[in-house]
Every structure is written in C-alpha cells, then in structure tokens.
C-alpha cells in the first residue's frame, strides 16, 4: 500500500461546481497534513494546512479524519482558475531521522470547465 | 521577499558532462530537500540536508550529490549525467516551526541527451 494514495482524476467540472477530493495515509503515526497545489510544469505552493478541528480558507475546506486516516479538499464555487493538480501531504513530524520528510501523494486533476 | 531560487531554469547537456544547479533560500531554514519529479511518479527525494555539514540520501539518491556548506546554500550535482536523469528538478526549504511547511523553487527543467 502507498503511503499517501489520491485519485488521480481527472475530475471536470463546470464553473460554479462543488468538488471534493479525499486521500489516505498509511503511517497512523503522521503528524501534518497539507493540500498544495501544483500549476503544469510549476512549482508546488502550499494551499492550506489540516488541522484537526478542520479548517477552511474562503472556498476551501479540509478536513481531517484520523480514524480512518483521510483527509479531505472541498472547493465550492469552482472557478476556472482553480484548474490544478491538487497534492496531498503528510509528515510524520519530529526530528529524529528523516522525520521532517514530507510524504507526497501523486495528485489530483482538477479541470474546471466554462 | 521570502524565496527559494534556482539555476539555471533550463538546461540541456549530454551525457557525462558535470553540471550543478544552484539552489538558495532566504529564509534562515535548516531543513532543504532535492526533489525530482517525473509523469506517473510524483515528487520523489533526491537528497536532503538537516543544517550545514549534514546531508542525508533520501528516495532517489543515485547519481547525485549535495553539498550544504552554508545555511543558504544547497547545491545539486550530476558528476555524470545520464539520460534517466532527464527530469524537472524542485529544490525545497522546510520551516519545522509552522508543521514543516515546505517552500519550492520554481524548477530546473534538464534534458541529458
């Protein structure tokens, strides 16, 4: 089992949609999660932390289920621009060994169409 | 401005001949990872580095080398570069005080023909 698993997609949409992605962690011992989002051929950026109260950024929301270890991305409204790969992310936290390596699943296709 | 910088942005070689891609952060971060990324495989580590002088393999270390000699400055080198090392290259710094959120360079596309 990977350690970090996201549907791939992709997933298109019209504008205006309401979209969410999930992704699971292997590791129960993981510490942080986080959403980025990569542009092709771009640099990933940072979206959002997970907490575990979840938490939410305009239209945006992520949530955080720790028994069943996913997490999850909800955008409302769709726009155009948000057309991306969505990453998902989970570090173990600490500092012994290679603890502050983030774990990075392979993505999620967002088309969001006119 | 806080920011990862990378050189060069593109490049293109042949193989065997040494080439490095310069890395800095200005943010006075400890931790700073290589990455390559490839269709169907994601961001996989290269190379990472915990401070100066300490410098560790992570996923995908061979055919590379690092060196971290002072904070800023992390370094990315291909002794002999080989076609399978064609990839787009991300350097990363990590702040451990925000739940290690990581900052990216913007790529080192690198063609080895």
């Known amino acids: 089992r990977k350690e970090v698993e996201q549907d791939p997609g992709p997933f298109n949409v019209p504008e205006g949609a309401t979209v969410a992605f999930n992704c699971t962690y292997s590791?129960?011992?993981?510490?942080?999660f986080f959403w980025y989002r990569q542009d092709c051929r771009k640099e990933p950026k940072l979206l959002m932390s997970?907490?575990?109260?979840?938490n939410e950024d305009g239209r945006f929301t992520a949530q955080l289920n720790r028994a069943s270890q996913y997490i999850s991305l909800l955008i409302r409204d769709s726009k155009l621009s948000d057309s991306a790969t969505y990453l998902c992310?989970?570090?173990?936290?600490?500092?012994?060994?290679?603890?502050?390596?983030?774990?990075w699943g392979l993505g999620t296709s967002l088309a969001v169409n006119p | 401005e806080a920011q990862v910088t990378q050189n060069p942005r593109y490049l293109i070689t042949v193989t065997g001949k040494k080439l490095t891609v310069t890395c800095s952060q200005n943010?006075?971060?400890?931790?700073m990872s290589w990455y390559r990324q490839d269709p169907g495989l994601g961001l996989r580590q290269i190379y990472y580095?915990?401070?100066?002088?300490?410098?560790d393999k992570g996923d995908v270390p061979e055919g590379y080398k690092v060196s971290r000699k002072e904070k800023r400055n992390f370094p990315l080198i291909l002794e002999s570069p080989s076609p399978n090392q064609t990839s787009l290259y991300f350097c990363?710094?990590?702040?451990?005080?925000?739940?290690?959120?990581?900052?990216f360079g913007p790529g080192t596309r690198l063609t080895v023909l």
């Open positions: 580095s915990m401070n100066v002088e300490v410098t």
């Open positions: 997970v907490y575990s109260s979840g």
């Open positions: 590791n129960s011992a993981s510490q942080s």
């Open positions: 943010m006075n971060h400890e931790y």
């Open positions: 990363a710094s990590q702040n451990h005080y925000r739940g290690n959120e990581q900052f």
């Open positions: 992310v989970v570090n173990m936290g600490g500092n012994a060994g290679n603890n502050r390596k983030l774990i």
